[in-house]
C-alpha cells in the first residue's frame, strides 16, 4: 500500500483487509492519487485514475442534466470480478474511490465497509495549517512525479 498523505494508510488498510479488495485507489475529484493499493505500475494507476475521475464526473453532469440527484456510486459485477466507484466528501475536498474486489465479495459488503472507510477518513483527517493554493501548470511535472515517488516508492 502506497500513500501519498500518510494519515489515510490505516483507515484504507482496514478497508481492503474487510472488504477483500483486490485494488483500491483514493483520488481527489480531478484524478490525482492519494493512496494505492494492489497496483503494480504507474502507467496503469494514472490511467485508471483518470478513467475514474472521468466516469464520476460524466455520470454526475449526465444525472444533472435528466434532473436527478448525481450519482454517487458506480457500480459493475461482472462473472469473475466486479468494481465500485463513488465520490464522497472529506475534510479534504470531493475525493473518489476505486474498488476492484472478486466473486468472493458481495457489493452489500463493501458498500457497508466504504461507508465506514468515509468516517475513519473524516476522523484521521488532520487539521489544514496553510491555506489551498493553485497548481501551476509550471508545478504540475514536479509534483506529480513527487507523487509517483511517494506512491512506489522511487
Not at 494492489?38 to 449526465?62: N, R
Not at 444533472?64 to 459485477?77: N, Y
Request: charged share 20%.
Amino acid at each position: 500500500m502506497r500513500a501519498v498523505e500518510p494519515w489515510v494508510v490505516a483507515p484504507l488498510r482496514a478497508f481492503v483487509a474487510e472488504s477483500s479488495a483486490r485494488l483500491a485507489l483514493l483520488m481527489t475529484s480531478s484524478g490525482q492519487v492519494v493512496a494505492q493499493h494492489g497496483f503494480v505500475g504507474a502507467l496503469d494507476l494514472m490511467s485508471v485514475a483518470a478513467l475514474g475521475a472521468g466516469i464520476v464526473a460524466s455520470s454526475s453532469e449526465l444525472a444533472v442534466t435528466v434532473g436527478w440527484e448525481p450519482f454517487r456510486v458506480v457500480a459493475h459485477q461482472g462473472k469473475e470480478q466486479a468494481h465500485f466507484l463513488a465520490w464522497f466528501d472529506t475534510p479534504r475536498g470531493r475525493w473518489i474511490a476505486l474498488v476492484v474486489f472478486g466473486s468472493e465479495t458481495k457489493l452489500g459488503l463493501v458498500r457497508v465497509f466504504f461507508e465506514q472507510l468515509v468516517e475513519d477518513l473524516a476522523a484521521a483527517a488532520p487539521p489544514e495549517e496553510e491555506p489551498r493554493r493553485e497548481v501551476l501548470a509550471a508545478d504540475f511535472e514536479r509534483e506529480l512525479n513527487a507523487s509517483l515517488r511517494a506512491l512506489f516508492g522511487r
